[in-house]
């Protein structure tokens, strides 16, 4: 059993920042990625940012350069910076832990959300 606890999130201008966290506690074991995703609402999750065991680092196009995911070790929490946002973030944000399979990753543990709201 994996537990994902989220923290952070809230209201923001356009071109400010904001930051996600993610505390990651139980049997991880077998989780080898750990991500971020967002939903809003009547539309599909999309995938935002994921992260590997050996640090391979994966970002949707509309965030690369902007958003920037790391995980602390130590700590076991997963962040998710997000820098010059816009109104077309707005969303809520999930982090998610995740399996590799032969020819995907399944995302068996969900944090509760987050949600992030950017303004014009």
């Known amino acids: 059993q994996v537990r994902l606890v989220q923290s952070g999130g809230g209201s923001v201008q356009a071109g400010g920042s904001l930051t996600l966290s993610c505390a990651i506690s139980?049997?991880?074991?077998?989780?080898?990625?750990m991500g971020w995703f967002r939903q809003v609402p009547g539309t599909p999750r999309d995938f935002v940012s994921s992260?590997?065991?050996?640090?391979?680092?994966r970002y949707t196009d509309s965030v690369t350069g902007r958003f920037t995911i790391s995980k602390d070790n130590a700590k076991n929490i997963l962040y998710l910076q997000m820098n010059d946002l816009r109104p077309e973030d707005t969303a809520t944000y999930y982090c998610a832990a995740g399996i590799q399979k032969i020819n995907r990753v399944d995302w068996p543990d969900w944090g509760q959300g987050a949600q992030v709201t950017v303004t014009a």
């Open positions: 992260i590997r065991n050996d640090g391979d680092i």
């Open positions: 139980g049997s991880t074991g077998t989780r080898s990625f």
